[in-house]
């Protein structure tokens, strides 16, 4: 089956910077989109970047020119890199993988980014 599982997320102070990372299995990774997701206490999921299959990616305004998502399809992983961190980017963070059949997320992993 498909499972996506994140790891990477920690406290930082706010300017630090992180890297997420997402090992996914149980599809044929180089054909597949992959994004990330945050969703904030008492808020929505919102969408932070997305990668196609050929590494054409896509940013939510709030994060542009801060964040970098990027994939290996040797190690079938999706990272996503943090740099500039600030306390509004607190959120627990999940990778998702959208296909014809279904839409799958990781389990989340929490950011926390102290002012």
């Known amino acids: 089956q498909v499972q996506l599982v994140e790891s990477g997320g920690g406290l930082v102070q706010a300017g630090g910077s992180l890297r997420l990372s997402c090992a996914v299995s149980?599809?044929?990774?180089?054909?597949?989109?992959l994004g990330w997701y945050r969703q904030a206490p008492g808020k929505q999921r919102e969408r932070v970047a997305t990668?196609?299959?050929?590494?054409?990616?896509n940013y939510a305004d709030s994060v542009k020119g801060r964040f970098t998502i990027s994939r290996d399809n040797g190690e079938n992983t999706v990272y996503l890199q943090m740099n500039s961190l600030k306390p509004e980017d607190t959120a627990v963070y999940y990778c998702?993988?959208?296909?014809?059949?279904?839409?799958?997320w990781g389990q989340g992993t929490q950011v926390t980014v102290a002012s």
């Open positions: 998702n993988l959208p296909t014809s059949r279904d839409n799958y």
């Open positions: 149980g599809v044929i990774f180089r054909l597949s989109a």
């Open positions: 990668i196609t299959p050929i590494g054409i990616t």
